[in-house]
């Protein structure tokens, strides 16, 4: 039954309200992101990699933070419905916060040396960001499918958005910030358009038109132009 439930999900976009797909797309990016940048760093230009370690920096701070929130709110939902249901999800959460430790400590070394020594850290810390982001990809996808079918078998709708209620209530303003980047730039506009239209019945207008200046600057354009289509008979004040 287990095995056939999570096919179902592999198989289908999400019928049910999904805790996992929308803030995995913007880590994925984020991971990415930061990925391609320790690649290509110039080890010779200061405020390159000045740049470089605060975004793989921010990548980790973000990690964290949403490991926290699966620990916190998810993981303890499906423990009350199917005891040891998270188990693989939280030995994988320690592990990333093994590889987060691993990953400050050589954004260190890159920082402290210079010439062939910073060379020689760069390359171990950009080899060690394509083995945690290899990790991450598969750890996410188990939770994507195989949590999601333990979520969607016994959880309501309604229960699975108090806990995503709770989550984002939980989030400061500052990360709050910086995921919006990262959803903006890996969600589709049809994404992207019911995320905003969800944060306009959420805020203060005030406050949601510095949202939708932020996603607007993120996304340029032409990609803006397809929220604002996407948005339909929802327009935005921006």
């Known amino acids: 039954m287990q095995q056939a439930l999570v096919r179902a999900v592999e198989r289908q976009p999400a019928p049910r309200e999904d805790l996992y797909t929308g803030i995995h797309k913007a880590m994925r990016a984020l991971v990415c992101d930061t ?13 390159e990699v000045a740049q470089t370690l605060g975004r793989v920096r921010l990548m980790i701070e973000l990690s964290r933070h949403h490991l926290h929130h699966e620990n916190q709110h998810v993981h303890p939902a499906m423990e009350a419905r199917r005891r040891g249901a998270s188990a693989a999800a939280a030995r994988g959460h320690a592990e ?18 210079r010439g062939p020594a910073r060379d020689s850290a760069a390359l171990d810390l950009y080899r060690d960001l394509a083995l945690y982001a290899a ?3 598969r750890h996410m996808h188990a939770e994507e499918t195989e949590n999601n ?7 309501s709708d309604e229960e699975l958005k108090g806990i995503h209620q709770a989550i984002v209530a939980s989030v400061g303003p500052r990360q709050m910030t910086d995921y919006l980047v990262w959803f903006a730039r890996a ?52």
Do not use: Y
């Not at 990953?103 to 070394?109: D, I, P």
């Not at 079918?149 to 959880?155: D, F, I, P, S, T």
């Not at 969800?198 to 600057?217: D, H, I, N, W």
């Open 35 to 47: 990925l391609v940048a320790a690649g290509r760093m110039d080890t010779a230009d200061e405020a």
């Open 96 to 113: 990333h916060v093994q590889a987060f430790e691993r990953l400050e400590a050589l954004a260190l070394r890159v920082e402290r040396n």
């Open 135 to 137: 990790e991450d990809f």
């Open 149 to 155: 079918a333990v979520l969607w078998e016994h959880c």
């Open 187 to 238: 969600m589709t506009p049809a994404e992207c358009a019911a995320l905003l239209s969800g944060m306009r019945q959420a805020m203060p207008s005030e406050v949601f038109s510095g949202v939708t200046q932020l996603v607007k600057s993120v996304l340029g354009e032409r990609d803006w132009a397809k929220v604002i289509a996407a948005l339909g008979s929802r327009p935005l004040a921006v």
